[in-house]
């Protein structure tokens, strides 16, 4: 752990010199009057690692999310990407959204190319649209990706978000609950596909999840926040099972059950003991 020179002062702080983005005292204030919404969460995501934050509706998770992909500025403290502050949005970091966020005159097709073409300009046409049309199929798709998003079913449009976000291959994929409105067998399937793509291209991963076992299947570490409001970072917690899990044999692991009894023991009871004392 060591400072990192390129934090402006105020947020200077310990940080893992790997660390591929470092998060330093971050807080949200929607409202001047009233307690915010979390504050003081730090936390650092090295190259290739899974992460992933739970924690009770409303204690900010999305607004964290949204400030790691520059669509909303903290009230204090900042984050560092690659040795820069990041200010803004940008297309190194793909977001898969809580709603979808397809545009709707586009098909969903023309939803995945439009977003690999703005991120990889160089790349042939011809290999942009067999990309597209690989993580389309790949999420179930193939039938469907002449299709408006307004044609779509929830679930199906989430999809499309998924697999658009999956191809452009972001440095840091950033995922608000993107499997929470997929049926099990879809979910399982993407999950799986998810780890594959993760290990293949050692792809950095924050995403944002209220299921306990699918933290424990897909993270490296598992963030928890307490209660909201002036909610805190909790816990940063280790998944001590090793990375070649599988959904059906992770359960005979050594230490899943603890690990999974810690997780909701902290939603169930620790995260208002958590949030009182970090408020008293
Ligand atoms: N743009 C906004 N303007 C005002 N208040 C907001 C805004 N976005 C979020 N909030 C408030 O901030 C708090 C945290 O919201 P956020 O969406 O980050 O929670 P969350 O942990 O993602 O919840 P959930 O699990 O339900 O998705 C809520 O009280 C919410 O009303
Ligand atoms: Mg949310």
């Not at 190194?92 to 939803?111: C, E, I, S």
């Not at 039938?143 to 779509?152: C, D, I, Q, T, V």
């Not at 963030?223 to 940063?236: I, K, Q, V």
Request: glycine letters at 8%; charged letters at 20%.
């Amino acid at each position: 752990m060591q400072n990192n020179p390129a934090l402006s002062p105020t947020f200077a702080e310990p940080h893992d010199a790997d660390a591929l983005v470092q998060v330093s005292g971050i807080g949200k204030r929607y409202r001047p009057d009233g307690p915010p919404v979390f504050s003081g969460v730090s936390f650092d995501i090295r190259p290739g690692e899974f992460v992933c934050l739970i924690g009770h509706s409303g204690c900010g998770k999305s607004s964290i999310l949204n400030i790691l992909a520059g669509l909303e500025q903290p009230s204090e403290g900042g984050m560092i990407m690659d040795g820069r502050e990041i200010t803004g949005p940008g297309l190194d970091r793909g977001v898969v959204f809580q709603g979808h966020a397809l545009l709707p005159w586009l098909t969903a097709l023309q939803n995945v190319t439009f977003a690999v073409r703005a991120r990889h300009r160089h790349m042939p046409r011809h290999e942009i649209r067999e990309k597209a049309e690989h993580y389309l199929a790949m999420v179930g798709l193939e039938a469907a990706m002449h299709k408006k998003p307004a044609e779509l079913s929830g679930g199906m449009r989430q999809r499309v978000g998924i697999a658009r976000a999956f191809c452009t291959q972001p440095r840091v994929l950033l995922m608000d609950e993107p499997f929470g409105a997929l049926d099990a067998l879809t979910r399982g399937m993407i999950q799986e596909e998810l780890l594959k793509i993760c290990a293949q291209t050692q792809q950095t991963v924050f995403m944002i999840t209220h299921d306990v076992d699918e933290a424990i299947f897909l993270a490296d570490r598992v963030l928890l926040m307490s209660n909201g409001p002036d909610a805190r970072l909790a816990e940063d917690a280790s998944n001590p099972l090793p990375r070649s899990r599988t959904r059906e044999t992770m359960h005979h692991e050594d230490g899943f059950y603890t690990f999974r009894n810690h997780l909701v023991d902290f939603l169930v009871r620790r995260s208002a003991l958590a949030q009182k004392a970090a408020t008293a």
